[in-house]
Each structure stands twice: as C-alpha cells, then as structure tokens.
T-cell receptor
Framework: DQQVKQNSPSLSVQEGRISILNCDYTNSMFDYFLWYKKYPAEGPTFLISISSIKDKNEDGRFTVFLNKSAKHLSLHIVPSQPGDSAVYFCAAETGTASKLTFGTGTRLQVTL | DAGITQSPRYKITETGRQVTLMCHQTWSHSYMFWYRQDLGHGLRLIYYSAAADITDKGEVPDGYVVSRSKTENFPLTLESATRSQTSVYFC??????????????????FGPGTRLTVL
C-alpha cells in the first residue's frame, strides 16, 4: 500500500521553463512534507519542506504547494536549470519519531 | 570530516553470508535511520533509532538487525544475506522531531549510500 505516490516516473522540461512535480498521499495523519533531490551515486539532499498548517512555502526558485483537502502537494521550479536534472522524492512524516514515508520518485530532465 | 558517512560504498557478497554496513554521523543527532532504495519502491525504512540503545522496526525489517551503542554509530547487519537484499542502502540522521522545530531546514540528512550486491 503506497501511502505517498508520485505518478509521473519522469518529466522533461526545457531550460528556463517551469517544472511541476506532483505528489499525492493517502494518510491524513501526515503533517509534515519534504522534497528531496537525488543525483546518481549520491544520497538524497533536502530541498524544501512544508508543514500541514501552511499551503505554500517558497525558497528561491523552489515553491511547494500543499492542498490538504485533495491530499496533494506539488513542487514548482522556476526557472528550471540543467543542474536541476535529478530524481525528486516527495516524503511525508506522521509526527512519530520523525519517520518518513517516501514516494517512488520522479526523474526530471532539464534540456537546453 | 563532519557529516554522515557510510562504509563500505560498494559491497559484493554471497547468499548466506553475514554483512554489516556502517553508518557514522558527527552531529550528535538523536535520530538515525536505515533505508533501502529499489526501483519502483522509492526509499523504504528498514530500522530507526531515536537515541542510543533505542531502536525500532520500520517498513521492511525482516532479515536485518541493528544496534546503537553509541549516538554517532548505527550499523546495519544482514545476518544471512539473500538476493532480494541486493539494493542501495542509505543511512540518515536528524536532530529533532521533524516539523516541530519551526525551522525550514528541519530534515533528515542522508549519507552517500552503500551499493550491496548479493550473488
């Protein structure tokens, strides 16, 4: 039972355009959400997070939107850059011992 | 070096052998975690620890054993390796109960991973 779903395994976007990565969840107990970026042969690195009491969090080119009623969050990258090409994981935490449940990841390719 | 390290980075072993993957962090973080990454599954939690001498099972604990005698170390042992345990293993640590500190950098920090192949 996949509680955090990333239904798009891959996404290709032109440099300078907006990248939108989506994530859906089923567990209404999740109250903290994170996005991680992962390059090949490296560990995931933290990108941005959002608490369930907010609906938007922004950090430079990265914005995360949370729609609790739809159990949906999205990551917007504007403008997209070639260095953004990586696998992006959505993760959610229930408030129990900081355990995270991860999605399956979306591979973003930013083309020139 | 400060941070979180894993060793070995690559390991090939045979079915039935015991293997231990090491994880070391220098931040004195309370929480530590082991994940495995497999195609189609993302990262799945194997075991976690809230403090020294406190460990608990995650989503996929079968076939694995952990210990945490010191805050900075969290070794993962495969007691009798099987081919299904071929995977990339990531260790992570976090300082606080995520989302409660109020800081935007409240997160788990990941090591570089160990690629394990069981023949």
């Amino acid at each position: 039972d996949q509680q955090v779903k990333q239904n798009s395994p891959s996404l290709s976007v032109q440099e300078g355009r907006i990248s939108i990565l989506n994530c859906d969840y089923t567990n209404s107990m999740f109250d903290y959400f994170l996005w991680y970026k992962k390059y090949p042969a490296e560990g995931p690195t933290f990108l941005i997070s959002i608490s369930s009491i907010k609906d938007k969090n922004e950090d430079g080119r990265f914005t995360v939107f949370l729609n609790k009623s739809a159990k949906h969050l999205s990551l917007h990258i504007v403008p997209s850059q070639p260095g953004d090409s990586a696998v992006y994981f959505c993760a959610a935490e229930t408030g129990t011992a900081s355990k995270l449940t991860f999605g399956t990841g979306t591979r973003l390719q930013v083309t020139l | 070096d400060a941070g979180i390290t894993q060793s070995p980075r690559y390991k090939i072993t045979e079915t039935g052998r015991q293997v231990t993957l090491m994880c070391h962090q220098t931040w004195s973080h309370s929480y530590m975690f082991w994940y495995r990454q497999d195609l189609g599954h993302g990262l799945r939690l194997i075991y976690y620890s809230a403090a020294a001498d406190i460990t608990d099972k995650g989503e996929v604990p079968d076939g694995y054993v952990v210990s945490r005698s010191k805050t900075e170390n969290f070794p993962l042992t495969l007691e009798s390796a099987t081919r299904s345990q071929t995977s990339v293993y990531f260790c992570a640590s976090s300082e606080s109960w995520l989302g409660r500190s109020g800081t935007s950098t409240d997160t788990q920090y990941f090591g570089p991973g160990t690629r394990l192949t069981v023949l």
